[in-house]
């Protein structure tokens, strides 16, 4: 097993297990801990040297329920190395005085492969870093023996790196309430104790009110400072597509309030992510509480949403405005799901543009649907702004899809249908057969013959695979 070995121990934290220990206790029990059953998705903790940033990290360690936690994902910024997109430490254990941490291997794989061209395997960009190692007693301290860690760096910070990072740790995770987001980030660096207070309101003030869009703008006009900021953005963005919808400040002090030299000084955050949405006491089994997930009916009101975002997006693009922005109603409607949007004007097609992969958060998934279906459908001409008010919107919210063994559990009303061969495909909604009025033969025929361009019995070929989903079908019409 590839091991590394601690690198700032003895300096940064003791080297001797035994000290090491009794200084963390000593930080945890002088620590508050916020009382609440709302399930704790993410912490933002500081990362320098346990004299200074200790007290106020023990705040969000506190806080952790260890009986909860298998596995902390740990996001921090790089100081020395340069590399493109996110760098994961995927193999091996980690070392410090208490001993070794694990590697979560296979979730460091499932996040590299949602992302692969952007998120790669490299451990040499942790080799000299300090900011995810520093954390790691804290973990060993308050966590029951045995939990793993994936440690993930960042280089470049802007938004758009976030977001991607986020997005593939939200798909890892989807589905599972045994991980702890872990974001690694100290605050401005070496101001008078005043001005640090001011620039350190404004990144405490987007964390309290879970806003990390304003975070990142912010940071990126240098309104504010925080070395780990794109950690702090990313692990908010996660969190959020995960389903936390709350953020708890639990401390912040700068070093002067450690050391009492207020000359220059560096600012410490401790806050919490909490999906107010999920109690701990009902955590039940990941793969169940995953299908019935998947498996739930969208309400009135996250419907309505749907296409209050479906109208907002087309409109604008229509307009020559920019798209925008929205945020989750729920936590529904943050989950990655596939989604189609269908217009029609008359009564007739007029675009359907969509994704079968639930690889944007449903929100988003539908501004950008909307938006190709009313511009990008090669078969039709961009709506214009007359036929705003002619247009009839259809919102299709896909399960994932599964491969099937034989056409014969393919069910026309019910499945959507998947058809690949080689290189080519074509898919079919749940709702066009029943529309057509094919059966099951001609549905297949046509989709092979003139969606994915193979001839129209390819069906039949052993060589073909065959995938069905279901969608929950929104007519706009429905809701008024």
């Not at 260890?66 to 790089?78: A, L």
């Not at 070392?95 to 490299?122: C, F, M, R, V, W």
């Not at 919808?245 to 030299?261: A, H, I, P, Q």
Request: aromatic content about 8%; glycine content about 8%; charged content about 25%.
């Amino acid at each position: 097993m590839s091991i590394r070995r601690s690198i700032i121990a003895g300096s940064w934290y003791p080297g001797d297990a035994d000290t090491l220990s009794a200084q963390i206790k000593k930080y945890l029990d002088a620590a508050k801990r916020t009382e609440s059953d709302e399930l704790l998705t993410g912490i933002i903790v500081p990362h320098a040297g346990y004299m200074y940033s200790g007290p106020t990290a023990a705040y969000a360690y506190k806080n952790i329920s260890p009986e909860n936690i298998s596995t902390v994902i740990m996001v921090g910024p790089s100081h020395s190395a340069y590399f493109e997109g996110a760098a994961v430490y995927g193999f091996g254990a980690w070392e410090t005085p208490l001993g070794k941490a694990e590697i979560d291997s296979e979730l460091a794989e499932e996040i590299i492969s949602q992302d692969p061209k952007y998120i790669h395997d490299n451990p040499g960009a942790h080799a000299k870093e300090h900011s995810l190692e520093i954390q790691l007693p804290f973990l060993q301290s308050v966590l029951k023996p045995g939990f793993r860690i994936v440690p993930i760096m960042l280089y470049d910070q802007s938004l758009a790196s976030c977001d991607r990072l986020a997005q593939a740790i939200a798909g890892a995770v989807k589905g599972r309430d045994d991980v702890l987001l872990l974001a690694s980030s100290d605050l401005s660096h070496y101001h008078s104790h005043a001005e640090a207070k001011k620039l350190d309101k404004l990144v405490v003030d987007a964390v309290r009110k879970y806003d990390p869009e304003k975070l990142a703008g912010n940071l990126a006009f240098e309104k504010c400072e925080a070395c780990g900021g794109g950690p702090v953005v990313t692990v908010m963005l996660a969190c959020r597509y995960l389903g936390a919808d709350k953020s708890v400040v639990y401390d912040y002090r700068t070093s002067g309030d450690v050391t009492g030299d207020k000359g220059q000084v560096v600012g410490y955050l401790a806050a919490g992510l909490y999906d107010t949405k999920n109690k701990k006491e009902k955590i039940k089994d990941k793969k169940t509480e995953a299908k019935a997930t998947e498996s739930d009916k969208l309400t009135i009101e996250e419907k309505k949403e749907l296409f209050r975002i479906a109208h907002a997006s087309i409109e604008a693009a229509v307009k020559g405005q920019d798209i925008p922005k929205s945020k989750p109603l729920t936590a529904r409607l943050a989950e990655l799901r596939g989604v189609f949007v269908t217009l029609k004007e008359a009564g007739n097609l007029r675009g359907c543009i969509g994704y079968i992969e639930g690889i944007r958060p449903l929100y988003q998934a539908v501004a950008e649907m909307a938006v190709a279906a009313a511009t990008g459908d090669p078969r039709f001409p961009a709506v214009t702004e007359k036929e705003l008010s002619k247009l009839e919107y259809e919102i299709s919210v896909l399960t994932p899809k599964r491969q099937i063994g034989s056409p014969d559990e393919f069910i026309v009303g019910k499945h959507g249908i998947i058809v690949q061969q080689g290189g080519r495909s074509g898919v079919f909604l749940p709702q066009v057969a029943p529309e057509e009025g094919w059966n099951r033969e001609e549905t297949l025929s046509y989709l092979c013959l003139h969606k994915a361009g193979l001839p129209a019995n390819a069906w039949k070929d052993k060589e073909t695979k065959l995938f069905v989903f279901e969608a929950e079908v929104l007519e706009e019409r429905d809701l008024i």
